[in-house]
């Protein structure tokens, strides 16, 4: 069984500074997700990861992929309040899909 | 509007009394999947499809089952109910064809469950 692990699990911090969640992952995978997930919502996709060394950026987001470490990670630069929410990694193996339990964001003003 | 709806969007149930959720997506997507978040776990597979009449276990299969008649539909049945599986409930949908085998998912709103 594909085991995905997300650290850290909550996160606080202030406007304006960077950091970084990682997500590593237990066996080989075709492709590597990054979602977001506001309280009380549904989830909402942000990334997808397909080959090593794969970087994607969308605003203050930047998310890439090792897959030989089989490490992604999701940089926040420079974070602003709009985005405190839960943000989620998964992994993808054929059609299954391993879920990390999540980083809840907060970013304090 | 593309959309993946569920329904209902809440439920208050007891031990034992068969219920379904539906999920019905107006993309045209061959793929469908089930999954249930708990606090501290994330997400995990219950079932999937891959397209109609088609559909394979997930993860966390035990106490559900699933049925694929219609590429639309694709609903979820309890079919005796127990307090574990007090979740909250999503169903996605996402395109198979080659050009789109590695597209995102799109996921429905959630169903909370609790199950007394």
């Known amino acids: 069984e594909l085991k995905v692990e997300q650290n850290p699990l909550f996160l606080s911090m202030q406007e304006g500074k960077n950091y970084t969640i990682y997500c590593n992952y237990s066996?080989?995978?075709?492709?590597l997700y990054w979602y977001r997930q506001d309280p009380g919502k549904s989830l909402e996709s942000l990334f997808v990861?397909?080959?090593?060394?794969a970087v994607k950026q969308e605003g203050r987001l930047m998310a890439s992929l090792d897959t030989k470490a089989r490490l992604s990670t999701l940089h926040i630069t420079a974070a602003v309040h709009d985005l405190s929410a839960t943000y989620f990694c998964?992994?993808?193996?054929?059609?299954?899909?391993?879920f990390g339990t999540g980083t809840s964001l907060t970013v304090i003003p | 509007e593309a959309q993946v709806t569920q329904n209902p969007r809440y439920l208050i149930t007891v031990t034992g009394k068969k219920l379904t959720v539906t999920c019905s997506q107006n993309?045209?997507?061959?793929?469908m999947s089930w999954y249930r978040q708990d606090p501290g776990l994330g997400l995990r597979q219950i079932y999937y499809?891959?397209?109609?009449?088609?559909?394979d276990k997930g993860d966390v299969p035990e106490g559900y089952k699933v049925s694929r008649k219609e590429k639309r539909n694709f609903p979820l049945i309890l079919e005796s109910p127990s307090p574990n599986q007090t979740s909250l409930y999503f169903c996605?949908?996402?395109?198979?064809?080659?050009?789109?085998?590695?597209?995102?998912?799109?996921f429905g709103p959630g169903t909370r469950l609790t199950v007394l």
């Open positions: 996605a949908s996402r395109p198979t064809t080659s050009a789109g085998i590695y597209n995102e998912q799109f």
């Open positions: 993309m045209n997507h061959e793929y």
């Open positions: 990861l397909l080959s090593n060394g």
């Open positions: 499809s891959m397209n109609v009449e088609v559909t």
């Open positions: 066996t080989t995978s075709d492709r």
């Open positions: 998964a992994v993808a193996t054929g059609n299954q899909f391993y």
